[in-house]
Each structure stands twice: as structure tokens, then as C-alpha cells.
Antibody
Framework: QITLKESGPTLVKPTQTLTLTCTFSGFSLSTGGVAVAWIRQPPGKALEWLALIYWDDDKRYSPSLKSRLTISKDTSKNQVVLTMTNMDPVDTATYYC???????????WGQGTLVTVSS | QSALTQPASVSASPGQSITISCTGTSSDVGGYDYVSWYQQHPGKAPKLMIHDVSNRPSGVSDRFSGSKSGNTASLTISGLQAEDEADYYCCSYTSSTLPNVFGTGTKVTVL
């Protein structure tokens, strides 16, 4: 049974750095073809891909956010960490981590964590 | 990397069928057979309904079907039920650096 869960702050101030951790079980991020994705959704708006990390440590980022994002994995802890620098109120969103297979199929999602950016 | 285009809303009565379109380009929808569809109820995480254009995961009702023609993919829901009222998002593999893109989302209302 695959599960994922996001953890991190629910409130950050503008200009601060956000660090989110995805802790997962039921699969290994060292298995070929597997990736963990970070996806966000501002209130009332559409889903947006942020970053991907593959089993072989290949990392991909949203072109519009690339300069602010860093994704990393700790295979031994079954965790993936996303950092986003210089947070702004427009970054207020529910942040999801998800299990992604080839082609982009996302069969398993975390419950999501709402991050509010406000002073 | 632009979002795929979906109609903002679609509505129909119970028992009817609806089709949601998802329009992209030859660099995403038209170039790969990797289109997936997600259902999202308010306050919940998205749920995979269709993958690889027309494949249903185990447990998803056969009232949901997917197809693709050129740069446009479609999700059809037949025999519409009250529980189908939700937001629906398409997603495609793309040739971009981040190899996936979502659609703009469609709100389905069951009248």
C-alpha cells in the first residue's frame, strides 16, 4: 500500500524559505521508473507541477520557478524534500507530494498541506 | 510551459453523458500517448481516473472513458451521477524540461 504525507510549516512570512518534507511508504525511490513529484494548488485555482525527482536522482523543475526550487531525496529515510526560496503571498497554496510513474501517471497523492504566506 | 486548455464548466442532468475536452499542442497532447485525467472533490486530493489516454485504473467506474484525436484529448462520463460532481483535470507528458503539464480544470455540475 503506497502512502505519502507532506509536512512543514503552515504559515511562512514573505521572503522566507519554505521547506516541505514528503514521507512515503510502500515503494522505493531507488526502483527504476519511479519519481516523486511536488504539485501545488492555490485556493480555487488549478493544479501546477513544481518539481520532480527520479529514482536515478534526475531532477526537473518548473521553468518559471526553477531559480527558487530545490528538490532532494533521502532514499534511506523514504523522504523527499522541497525548498522554495523568497516566498510571496501568491505562493499561498495546498502543496501535494505524489508518486509518479512513467508518462506522468500520478496514482498516489499525499493529503496535501496548506501553506499560507503572510506577514 | 502553458497549461492545457479545458472548458471552465460543464453541466448535465443525472443519467446523461458529458465530454470534457483538453486541448494542447504537438509538443504535449498530440505528441505522446500519455494523457491522464484526475477527479478532485472539494478539499480532497486529486484521484487518477484515466491514464495513458484511455486506460482505467482498477476500481474506477467504466462510466469514465478517455480518448484522443490530434492535439485534443477527451474525457467522457456516461450515466452521470451526483457523485461525479467535481473538478476534473487533464495532464499530459510534454517535451519540456519538466515533462508534465496540467489542464486548466473543468467544474462538472450535476443538475
Amino acid at each position: 500500500q503506497i502512502t505519502l504525507k507532506e509536512s512543514g510549516p503552515t504559515l511562512v512570512k514573505p521572503t522566507q524559505t519554505l521547506t516541505l518534507t514528503c514521507t512515503f511508504s510502500g515503494f522505493s525511490l531507488s526502483t527504476g521508473g519511479v519519481a516523486v513529484a511536488w504539485i501545488r494548488q492555490p485556493p480555487g485555482k488549478a493544479l501546477e507541477w513544481l518539481a520532480l525527482i527520479y529514482w536515478d536522482d534526475d531532477k526537473r523543475y518548473s521553468p518559471s520557478l526553477k531559480s527558487r526550487l530545490t528538490i532532494s531525496k533521502d532514499t534511506s529515510k523514504n523522504q523527499v524534500v522541497l525548498t522554495m526560496t523568497n516566498m510571496d503571498p501568491v505562493d499561498t497554496a495546498t502543496y501535494y507530494c505524489a508518486h509518479r510513474l512513467g508518462g506522468g501517471r500520478v496514482g498516489y497523492w499525499g493529503q496535501g498541506t496548506l501553506v499560507t504566506v503572510s506577514s | 510551459q502553458s497549461a492545457l486548455t479545458q472548458p471552465a464548466s460543464v453541466s448535465a442532468s443525472p443519467g446523461q453523458s458529458i465530454t470534457i475536452s483538453c486541448t494542447g499542442t504537438s509538443s504535449d497532447v498530440g505528441g505522446y500517448d500519455y494523457v491522464s485525467w484526475y477527479q478532485q472533490h472539494p478539499g480532497k486530493a486529486p484521484k487518477l481516473m484515466i491514464h495513458d489516454v484511455s486506460n482505467r485504473p482498477s476500481g474506477v467506474s467504466d462510466r469514465f472513458s478517455g480518448s484522443k484525436s490530434g492535439n485534443t484529448a477527451s474525457l467522457t462520463i456516461s450515466g452521470l451521477q451526483a457523485e461525479d460532481e467535481a473538478d476534473y483535470y487533464c495532464c499530459s507528458y510534454t517535451s519540456s524540461t519538466l515533462p508534465n503539464v496540467f489542464g486548466t480544470g473543468t467544474k462538472v455540475t450535476v443538475l
